[in-house]
């Protein structure tokens, strides 16, 4: 069965293609235009009640909420393609524990970030520079952290690549993108290495060649 | 080796608490003052770097983000206490997905209303009374998909008790009782079903009568 992947353009799904290639499964992209809003028509409610990407369907298994999907496929599939939970349960509870990082203390700033310079004006709102200003603050204390967790640890979770470093892919690459705030990366010695190693892993540039950001 | 868990009178360490008495997981809870700003502490932000509860410390493992440490003793622990993860790997896909639905869904509002209506004071700013209609409304249009979820199935991820239903206790024991606004589960027939269920389980009680809040 062909898992079907609704969104592709948008940064959160794109955490989904990342894995499911990494793990070497087939999949199809459906996609859905968030701007004209149709992650909020019907039919699309039926699969995903809160209208939101990205939505996965295989056979009549629906899944929501990017790292739920991601951890899915990562066990599913543990034995195929690239190990990405770790090897051992106290690997997996280090993975668990960054991949909760990324979602509480890294997301909330670089999404508003991503959605007060990226998509203000296509939203209808203005931006606001104090927004601005505050989350790239917090993103920075943030990125201290991770300095320090980089210096010890080739990865977030220890020394091998997984769902905690590649749930950082999209929203990263709008910052040193579109945002324009890549001295965020660059100037931190090691988390500029370890976004040079990830963001050129061959799964993550076959993403952005295939599916262009909406903006 | 006993399970140390910092920060118990707080909401989301008590996710772990009731997580590890389900699974019959010796612990020792350690107080932390979180309104004398103990949580900012050098020493606690060696363990927890970003200073937030709870934290766990396992001999020499430390993990910290409660939905972390619940999935990762629900996980090391399979055989014993209550099975939390499901039986199969697409009812624990299940489970991971309303455990983030809680996390992006419902989290954000009641923790809005959380700060506005028991914490404003103490923390020293005053109650924003647009916040807290705003996180109402919102939040009550959450619970609108949970009342229909839940006459299909009678817990979140299915017909069986899982994190994604113990991760809703602590808030929703402030919404009902602290923050006054119970008629938001009783006014919805499913809803309440199952917070009647889930909230009189021997744990759950176990926890608010060793754990007092700190409110």
Request: hydrophobic share 40%; glycine share 6%.
């Amino acid at each position: 069965m062909v898992v079907k992947v609704y969104g592709p353009a948008f940064a959160s799904p794109k955490r989904v293609l990342v894995c499911l290639i990494e793990k070497e499964i087939e999949f199809e992209a459906v996609p859905l235009d968030l701007l004209k809003g149709e992650h909020k028509d019907p039919e699309f409610l039926k699969l995903q009640p809160f209208g939101a990407v990205p939505v996965t369907q295989d056979g009549d298994y629906v899944l929501y909420e990017s790292r739920a999907i991601i951890r899915y496929y990562a066990e599913k599939y543990k034995s195929q393609g690239t190990e990405l939970l770790g090897k051992t349960i106290e690997e997996r509870g280090q993975v668990e524990n960054w991949l909760e990082v990324e979602a509480h203390n890294f997301n909330p700033h670089i999404y508003n970030l991503t959605l007060q310079v990226m998509f203000s004006s296509k939203l209808g709102f203005s931006r606001d520079e104090n927004v601005i200003k505050e989350s790239e603050e917090k993103l920075g204390r943030v990125l201290d952290i991770y300095e320090e967790r980089l210096s010890k640890s080739k990865y977030l979770a220890g020394d091998f690549f997984s769902l905690a470093d590649l749930s950082h892919l999209p929203f990263t690459q709008y910052l040193v993108g579109q945002i324009g705030k890549e001295y965020m990366i660059t100037s931190r010695k090691h988390v500029n290495a370890w976004w040079n190693d990830i963001s050129s892993r061959p799964s993550w540039q076959k993403v952005l060649q295939l599916y262009p950001a909406p903006l």
